[in-house]
DNA sequence: GTGAAAGCGCTAACAC
DNA sequence: GTGTTAGCGCTTTCAC
């Protein structure tokens, strides 16, 4: 292993001057900078960073937990954590948490004893959380996606409510009457902010009633359960939002199941635009969430964190979605 | 910031004996390693992993280089690499190398110099290679999916001359003789094994024609452009081998367009089974990549690397398909 | 079993 | 502008 020490004895200057070439500091004298630059070529020197680290007390390292690194719903959102952080010349911890509150808990532990300058952290969901663990963290840690109630941390986090409002305004504009949502669990405060949107929509129009209310979960098969359920119960349903595109995805194919056509018997609202929603047939009116940007923003309000210039009050950013027409949902022609 | 120090200070003991606790080594008296625990717990003392690092010489961490974090197919490649890893307490530096050389030879440059123990590198795919550079890296590197010509590396890859060979195997014992390939890029060694593999199949069953293969890219779109090609081109096509299953997202939008049915006029015989094939309509018949098992094998090469133990030959594991028998190939009664 | 101390590779303060 | 050196927090060797 080749050391500053050797490139400092080699280029005939002390480890001093090799540190500022190194680093851009100090007006090296232009004959040494060269003469430095040019040995550590030779040898294929390169920085020890982690000795860097222990000397500044400063990695360039952030850590960024998710839920799940395979789901295909935060890809987005860890591309624009990654691009933007990597242009700020900062590096990347992943972990998961795998949806696990103790298995978060010990990710934020190693990260922590690892030095990292911040933690961006999509936090698992659960009506129970031990508050005072993150509170007492000394790095600056910023929220994405998901809030925790009561938590005095930035986050930056998507419009659910307004998304759903204006999805299903969408729907009533468009002449559906009757339209049942099919939604997540209750514990999950996004789904939740999603059935306070639709609701709101619902009952502005005086069309709101209890049984239109489905529970499940998030996942393809729980869509395909609540769709089923719905057209059992509910006699002539015109719309049907989709608290998420895998929901949609369910009904989407129980609607199939009783030969109904998707728009023309009944319209699809789905939430969350994945990628493959605009592939389907019918492709998938939905609310696209910019996760890219989300991803974005997160990393800027924590690069302000961890530079210090910046107020002691907590951020929230509130990101908007976008309404993506596309061939689930039938519009009439007089809208 | 707690060190080590005040714990040793205020336990009683030196610095040496709490490492040793902290590390579990030798016997530490046990009213002493309690103590220590005890002080530890109270200052909330968390050890320094950047310290330890420079001190060992080891630092627990792999860098994972992948040419785009968002892309839906290396998700649950992602996903068995991090879990692996994790459960041997490793850490994980996530880089991207946006399908850019320059930037896939910066990010490796920046990962050495982070002192990482080991590398897993899904590497861009281009035909021509800065070999040398790869050869010169002192620390183990795994190579996965893509093969670089002439690199002297471990590698993890997939079949995909057996899954294409299998493929359409399945296609002509199914009574489909008409079979094009859309294809993808001829510089892409995977497409390239694919396209060796639907034709030896077909040259095996006297099936194979020039005019069969239609060339692109792996895209939706480009699937789209190539089958309506197909279509014009060619009269009566029994079955279509798209070579990936994005490529046969479009074909299906271009056959409907067309206004013929899959399966019963054409089938769609797709390759890497995404995560929402299953749930396309119709559901692709399609050929699954086991990413997460490859993630897995590549990492249990690295930590036999990184740990020493293995002879100095590299290993290639070469792992299989499966095919996965869906709706949108018609099967013949008498298969 | 335990303590003292050298040293991991680098940065930064200070003297010149 | 440059060299010297203390020190970042930890591990590890070697006396005791």
């Known amino acids: 292993m080749v050391t500053i020490k050797d490139i400092a004895k080699k ?32 040898l294929d020197y390169k920085p020890n960073k982690i000795a860097a680290s222990l000397s500044k007390k400063k990695t360039m390292n952030v850590g960024l937990i998710v839920p799940d690194v395979s789901s295909p719903f935060y890809s987005d959102l860890i591309k624009g954590i990654s691009e933007t952080l990597e242009i700020n010349d900062y590096n990347i911890f992943l972990c998961a948490s795998n949806n696990n509150l103790q ?65 299903t305004d969408f729907l009533i504009k468009n002449n559906h009457k009757i339209i049942p949502i099919l939604g997540g669990p209750e514990l999950s405060k996004s789904f939740e902010e999603r059935f306070q949107g639709w609701k709101e929509a619902m009952e502005e129009n005086s069309l709101y009633e209890n049984s239109l209310v489905f529970r499940g979960d998030f996942s393809v098969e729980s869509g395909h359960k609540m769709m089923l359920e719905a057209l059992n ?12 595109d895998l929901i949609a995805l369910g009904a989407l194919s129980a609607i199939d199941e ?60 509130i990101i908007k979605g976008k309404l993506e027409i596309r061939d689930s949902v039938k519009v009439s022609i007089d809208n």
């Open 258 to 317: 009783y030969k109904l056509k998707v728009p023309d018997d009944i319209s699809v609202m789905g939430f969350g635009d994945i990628y493959l929603s605009k592939f389907l047939k019918p492709s998938l009116t939905t609310i696209r969430r910019p996760f890219y940007n989300i991803g974005k923003t997160a990393v800027s309000l924590l690069l302000d964190r961890i530079s210090g210039n910046m107020q002691k009050k907590i951020t929230k950013f």
């Open 11 to 42: 280029s005939g200057v002390s480890v001093g001057t090799v540190s500022n070439v190194i680093n851009n500091l100090k007006s090296v004298k232009t004959k040494n900078r060269e003469k430095v630059l040019e040995v550590i070529d030779s």
């Open 103 to 167: 298995k978060e808990e010990k990710v934020i532990n190693d990260l922590l004893s690892m030095w990292i300058d911040g933690i961006i952290l999509i936090p698992v969901y659960s009506k129970k959380r031990n508050l005072q663990f993150l509170e007492t963290i000394e790095i600056p840690i910023i929220l994405v996606n998901r809030e925790i109630e009561g938590i005095k941390k930035d986050i930056v986090i998507f419009d659910n409510f307004g998304g759903a409002y204006e999805a």
């Open 233 to 244: 119960r509910i006699r002539s349903i015109d719309a049907v939002f989709a608290s998420s």
